[in-house]
């Protein structure tokens, strides 16, 4: 332990040099590499390049735990003036993502795990009560064998060596997975799985994506382990992330492009993943939006923000236009952006004085809005946004927020000198608000009259009524402050029908546990190692 203490105060130095005098730094060290993280550390210096070396406290930590070498160690430091408490944890090998364990624990808490935020619903499986067992129509398989012969002569030729394609699938093979994936496959997702069994080439048969193996492909079907499902996309599970209700300002499920053609949810038991690359899923549709075709093909990021967008209208087109590519003696990738490149910009911003909403190039497709400085904004002027879904206004002086009611704003983040929400007073579509910056105490009694209101983050603002959070008729999720929360409790005035629950701001380690005990949730932070101490 001594050894321990020594390395803990002289990162409790090292980070009171650079400047801070509150807050709580995280570290993590492992094979997956290291991490650090600050939450609510107030700096008035930045530390040196390289600082902190997680290494050497990492190592007094595992030989604390006598844990492996080669073992995850996550720590946390809180400072507080010339006091500092710190905790800490080692995991095996195998759980080098820093996934495995969430200082958050004891400040998240879930109390209803089947409410999820609008459109994000979790995907249900479904059985197709059409399902039939015909062989897969044989025109289809001679067409696509055909393109595919295509493919590989025209591949070969121009790349000098042959792409390395799966072996074909059985009528029996693709029965199995149908009947594990629960719905039959469109003909023409049939007829390639009985040419081509996968093609590991991200730019290879289906543009930009590696179409994965039909047996994979049945096993990663809503299932949230990408172990298990063999995907590889990046970080993160499939909608994971996205569907929590403590993502960060990825909540917002966003129309598709083109506007109208992939439902606006944030997955579908009908979105069948057929192939990844990189950030990317690529999947057929067979549950479409209003002017989308059953089978259509797009791609979307899963843990992501991005919207989805259509490829083509059928995994056929796909590979039609992929050999028509090369035909012209162009790379495969050419047909793939040239679906992408006349997409509208989703995003907006207007920056200082003199911009305003009526020169906003393509107002009609602009669903995010940032609005950043300036001496004034009406919010009446956003009208001209008919699909606007999200705004978040920082850096002005003066802020009026008269959203038409005409306008579908979800997501509104405020941050200013003063707030008045009055205005808002019986917006139909607004959810989720987030208040900081005021330097005046806010009265957020007005809320009580959004309809849609289920997201409510208080902690960067002082709240003259705070006793009226139990008047909002739809909230499901609130924010606050360790303050906040205690008068709530002291007023009760914490809302019965809270479906999840988060701390905020700075508390000290008891206090996250006591908080999150008093919602009946006893925390892993509880169990684990506590050092105190004073510089």
Request: with cysteine; glycine share 8%; charged share 25%.
């Amino acid at each position: 332990m001594t050894e321990l203490i020594e390395q803990i105060e002289k990162l409790v130095r090292e980070l009171a040099a650079s400047g801070a005098t509150a807050g709580t730094l995280e570290l993590h060290n492992g094979m997956g590499g290291y991490g650090t993280m600050f939450r609510n550390v107030q700096l008035f210096g930045m530390p040196k390049p390289g600082w902190p070396d997680t290494a050497v406290i990492a190592a007094a930590v595992r030989a604390e735990l006598g844990a492996g070498a080669d073992d995850l160690a996550q720590l946390r430091l809180r400072l507080l003036g010339d006091g500092y408490e710190f905790q800490y944890r080692c995991a095996p090998t195998h759980h080098h993502n820093y996934e495995w364990f969430e200082w958050e624990s004891a400040r998240q808490v879930v109390l209803d795990p089947t409410y999820r935020y609008p459109g994000h619903a979790i995907p249900v499986p479904s059985t197709d009560a059409d399902y039939d067992d015909r062989p897969t129509d044989p025109e289809l398989v001679d067409t696509v064998t055909d393109l595919v012969r295509e493919y590989v002569e025209l591949h070969t030729r121009q790349e000098g060596d042959a792409p390395q394609l799966g072996a074909a699938n059985t009528e029996a093979e693709i029965a199995a997975a149908e009947a594990r994936i629960g719905f039959r496959l469109p003909e023409e997702l049939r007829a390639l799985y009985r040419v081509v069994g996968h093609d590991y080439d991200d730019r290879g048969l289906l543009a930009f994506t590696r179409l994965m193996p039909l047996a994979a492909v049945a096993a990663a079907h809503l299932n949230d382990d990408t172990d298990t499902a063999q995907l590889e996309y990046g970080h993160g599970t499939i909608g994971a992330w996205k569907d929590s209700l403590f993502a960060g300002i990825d909540r917002i499920v966003f129309e598709s492009w083109p506007h109208g053609v992939v439902r606006r949810i944030s997955r579908s038991p009908k979105w069948l993943i057929i192939g990844t690359s990189d950030r990317d899923v690529t999947a057929v549709d067979l549950d479409p939006g209003p002017i989308g075709v059953s089978g259509q093909v797009i791609k979307f990021e899963p843990d992501g923000w991005y919207a989805a967008f259509r490829q083509d209208d059928s995994v056929l087109e796909v590979l039609r236009r992929t050999v028509e590519a090369l035909r012209a003696g162009e790379s495969v990738l050419e047909y793939y952006n040239a679906q992408i490149e006349d997409h509208p910009n989703r995003a907006a911003s207007l920056r200082g004085a003199g911009e305003s909403v009526s020169e906003l190039p393509g107002a009609i497709a602009v669903q995010q809005l940032t609005v950043d400085g300036g001496d004034s904004f009406d919010s009446a002027e956003l009208a001209s946004l008919p699909l606007l879904r999200e705004l978040q206004v920082r850096g002005v002086e003066s802020v009026r927020l008269s959203v038409p009611h005409t306008v579908p704003l979800e997501q509104l983040h405020v941050h200013a000198s003063r707030i008045d929400v009055e205005p808002l007073a019986g917006h139909p579509t607004l959810w989720d608000l987030t208040l900081s910056g005021a330097t005046e105490p806010v009265r957020i009694g007005p809320l009580a009259t959004l309809p849609s209101l289920q997201r409510l983050d208080i902690s960067a603002i002082e709240v003259s009524d705070l006793e009226a959070i139990a008047t909002l008729p739809t909230l499901r999720v609130l924010v606050a402050t360790i303050g906040q929360w205690q008068s709530l409790r002291a007023r009760d005035a914490v809302p019965a029908a809270l479906a999840a629950a988060e701390l905020a701001g700075d508390a000290a380690f008891d206090d996250e546990i006591t908080w999150a005990a008093s919602f009946g949730v006893d925390p892993t932070t509880a169990s684990l190692p506590l050092v105190r101490g004073t510089l």
